[in-house]
């Protein structure tokens, strides 16, 4: 197998996610078989096995999800080529309390055990990528709190329909975001704050300003980046004084948003 093919297995444990472990597979050929303490979202962006699960034989395929409980177990019968998937295992308590949040009265059981779902699928790699980059607290939960409200639409009871949050609610999240934009801010905070829940918050958020607080939040530091730089200041003092965590953080999103790096802004000032 080539470098560029090179099997890779890593585990991480997310130090702001309570309760949610992630395991990243690049051409895997694993078999793995493996016994469910928690739940699981395994998106496959690359699948081939065949494998057990509730006493039935399926067969995974690229862009599948595949949907774990506690006290189930799965097998792999066959690998016939490297697979590459991310897993995102919830503690039970915390997928109870999500689901509860979302006006379940019941332990949530998943209704399939495999979806084929776009949406599933990207979500739990968005999750994965920013811990794995490791982006802002309040990214990563964010992150979390869309992929467990995707992963509710698949359990038995139906989810009631969600309200909208407040504008007054919003409004007070946006000025606290400006305020602090600078700041390591958290997901719980501006749910007290706007007293929506986490889920609720993210939704409602993103559907009155167009993104999601924690993208809201870059936007902001990128505007007030725009101008340190027209200033003078060195893009790395820049992304110390907006909060980003290193310099590399700071010159992606700011080319992300601009198209530019940060040091090529600052050449373009007259």
């Known amino acids: 197998m080539s470098s560029q093919q090179a099997e890779k297995i890593e585990w991480l444990v997310p130090a702001h996610l309570p309760g949610a472990d992630i395991l990243i597979a690049k051409n895997d050929l694993t078999a793995w078989h493996n016994f469910h303490e928690t739940y699981g979202f395994c998106a496959c962006g690359s699948a081939s096995a065949d494998i057990l699960y509730r006493r039935k034989k399926h067969t995974l395929q ?144 993103a559907r009155h300003v167009g993104a999601p607080p924690h993208a809201y939040q870059i936007r902001v530091r990128i505007e007030r980046a725009r101008t340190l730089l027209r200033n003078g200041t060195a893009p790395a003092e820049a992304a110390h004084l907006l909060g980003f965590g290193d310099q590399s953080h700071f010159t992606r999103h700011f080319r992300r948003i601009m198209h530019v790096t940060p040091a090529q802004y600052a050449r373009a000032v007259r």
């Open 62 to 205: 690229d862009g599948t999800t595949f949907l774990l409980e506690p006290g189930e177990s799965h097998r792999n019968i066959v690998v016939p080529r490297p697979q590459s998937f991310k897993v995102v295992f919830i503690a039970p308590s915390q997928f109870d309390a999500a689901g509860r949040e979302h006006g379940l009265s019941a332990t949530p059981h998943f209704r399939s055990g495999f979806v084929d779902d776009p949406n599933f699928l990207e979500a739990t790699y968005r999750l994965c990528a920013s811990v794995e980059d490791r982006e802002t607290i309040l990214e990563q939960q964010s992150r979390l709190a869309v992929c467990l409200r995707v992963a509710l639409r698949y359990v038995e009871q139906s989810l009631p329909k969600a309200a909208d949050g407040g504008h007054d609610a919003i409004k007070r999240v946006k000025a606290y975001l400006l305020e602090r934009f600078d700041e390591s801010v958290t997901l719980d905070e501006l749910s007290v704050l706007s007293r929506l829940s986490p889920f609720h918050l993210v939704r409602s958020f």
